[in-house]
């Protein structure tokens, strides 16, 4: 517990990716009696989920600026400039927080700049190996720099911040994630103990060629006595996926398919094999619940950031990586039948994966913002 209560200001918005791990955060900071306030645009993701995890969110209005659209600049600069003017009256009003966290968005930017300016320490916590503009931008006044994944170091390095302002905190995950349960996974999803179970889920981007492949492996895979199959293919792709494996009364019974996945912690908590993209979140959640898993990055993320991602569970031995390019070819399907048909194997990366620590990460983040609001 720190000496004493603070006020935290976080700004996170756009994507579950950033949202996710500042409420993850958040909550930890509200369980050890801190009061934290948000900030983002209620237009956005953020303006659903903030308000749903119990927290106030402060409306700011930014827009990015589009290369591509020179003229978008003048808007870009001047609607930042205003979110900061109002930031700034409103700490004027109310106080300033004590220290602010910005986790990578457009956005934080509006934030962190106004606290940069009133003297109000900040860190900023990046989930990608590959970092975004806003998080380079700020890293230099920034108190501190909180990585996902070691491969994220030297990006920060080179922008000027020394060895000891770059800390390895892992990527933090809700609550809901961490604390579910096999058992309770199970019954949601209603697979029998004795069942092996596939989890197949593509992300926000790049669902559809997973969802090919594995439509492909459809006979060999139902062959597996046992074996049941929990396909997330994506709003958009779910009719396509539904027609491409015409599944029988009695195949739905094994392979149940659906657009989405609500309650993901459960999902990943009752699987035994994972098969998905190399997002931050999802890499985090995966090594966070120790699921054996299979990647495929998506092969159009800025700077191949995907791989690089998937790269910190490979390493570990917590999972094999197949390139996108390789769905269709015999290793995809080798990597994937393998180790449906490898419990031991299975076993061994499900430990290496604990083994990362990833579900202490909101912990750990939560020790640098306190550290740094009480130096």
């Known amino acids: 517990m720190a000496e004493r209560s603070l006020e935290v200001a976080i700004a996170a918005g756009g ?8 409420l993850a955060l958040a909550e930890e900071l509200r369980d050890r009696g801190h009061h934290v306030r948000f900030f983002g645009q209620t237009s956005k993701l953020e303006g659903r989920l903030v308000p749903e995890a119990g927290f106030e969110l402060v409306p700011v209005v930014v827009s990015g600026f589009d290369r591509s659209r020179p003229w978008t600049l003048a808007t870009s600069l001047y609607r930042m400039r205003r979110a900061q003017s109002q930031i700034a009256r409103l700490f004027s009003a109310e106080g300033a927080p004590d220290v602010a966290v910005g986790f990578g968005a457009y956005v934080e ?16 916590h990046e989930q990608n190996s590959v970092p975004g503009l806003a998080n380079k931008a700020l890293a230099p006044h920034a108190a501190r720099v909180c990585i996902s994944v070691p491969a994220a170091r030297d990006v920060f390095e080179r922008e000027g911040r020394g060895a000891r302002e770059v800390v390895l905190t892992g990527n933090p995950v809700r609550r809901s994630v961490v604390a579910a349960s096999r058992e309770e996974g199970r019954a949601a999803l ?45 709003a958009d792709g779910f009719d396509e996926t539904v027609t491409a494996l015409a599944l029988t009364p009695d195949e739905q019974l094994r392979w149940r398919v659906m657009p989405y996945i609500t309650n993901m912690g459960q999902a990943l908590a009752a699987s035994d094999l994972v098969l998905s993209r190399a997002g931050a979140s999802s890499i985090a959640e995966i090594a966070a619940v120790g699921a054996p898993s299979v990647l495929v990055p998506y092969p159009h993320a800025t700077a191949d950031h995907q791989t690089t991602n998937a790269r910190f569970l490979v390493d570990a031995g917590a999972a094999v990586l ?28 499900r430990e290496a994966a604990r083994g990362l620590g990833q579900s202490r990460a ?9 550290a740094v609001a009480l130096s």
């Open 190 to 234: 209603g697979v029998e103990d004795g069942e092996t179970m596939l989890l197949v889920f593509g992300g926000s981007l790049g669902a559809a060629h997973i969802n090919e492949g594995v439509c492909r492996l459809k006979d060999e895979l139902l062959s597996r006595e046992g074996l049941v199959v929990v396909h997330s293919t994506g």
């Open 362 to 370: 909101a912990a750990a983040l939560a020790d640098q913002v306190e």
């Open 15 to 22: 994507t579950a990716g950033h949202i996710n791990p500042a």
């Open 109 to 124: 930017m509006a934030l962190l700049n106004c606290c940069h300016r009133l003297g109000v320490p900040y860190l900023l």
């Open 322 to 349: 197949v390139a996108d390019s390789a769905i269709d070819t015999p290793e995809f399907t080798g990597a994937l039948l393998g180790l449906l048909d490898d419990p031991a194997r299975r076993e061994a990366m």
